[in-house]
């Protein structure tokens, strides 16, 4: 069964972002220790990110985090989602308009100007399409950013959170969780590296 994943790394004090995210800062001021853990020669760590990229039908982020990743300075061919596996996943963007044009053309994009909820659920029939062809479940995963994941938890659209806790108060930047009402966490994992704690949840 397709389950849609939010996955997302966040600073003890639950920020996604440092202050001043943009474009060509796409973690923003002193954000980059979120991420270490996905650059770790760890073991664990390392096997998150297999893990993570295996289990990847479909992939939806929001427009502000396509900006960041397909700009001058985004992902290359060593730098990226699934950039180092044999295969990637097809990419949803929430966005209120297409993009002109689109520098990783050799990525499978496609853009949903009628909201997150209609985002997800074409993500979902790429991920199902996908399962299909590759005969196991695969999953839909909320990458990003955070306002694109916080509201997905807060429309009650996800069922799985995946946490990279990183040991680093970023003190501001972009928060995960929204203002709303609250969700019951029951939790299924916590692995901890010299890099990061990987806390996974499912969502009630």
Sequence with gaps: MTRIIAD???????????????????????????HSWAFSDDPDDRQVLR??????????????LFD????????????GYGAAEVGKPAFVVVTSTRPE?????????????????DAVAAARQRAEAASAVRGT??????????????????????????LHLAPVVLGAG???FVPGAGRTLVQRSVLATSTATHLTYDVG
Excluded: Q
């Design 137 to 162: 479940d695969l999953d839909v995963i909320l990458m990003g950013g955070g306002a694109t994941v916080g509201s997905a938890l807060a429309a009650g659209l996800v069922d799985v959170l995946s």
């Design 101 to 117: 044009s689109v520098r990783l053309a050799d990525l499978d994009w496609t853009f949903v100007t009628t909201g997150l909820a």
């Design 68 to 79: 960041v990743v397909d700009g001058p300075g985004g992902w290359d061919d060593e730098v």
């Design 174 to 176: 972009t928060p995960l």
């Design 51 to 64: 893990d993570g990229n295996a289990r990847s039908g479909a992939v939806v982020l929001g427009r502000r």
């Design 8 to 34: 997302i790394s966040m600073s003890l004090d639950g920020f996604v972002t440092g202050p001043d995210a943009g474009p060509t800062s796409g973690l923003g001021t002193g954000g980059e220790p979120l």
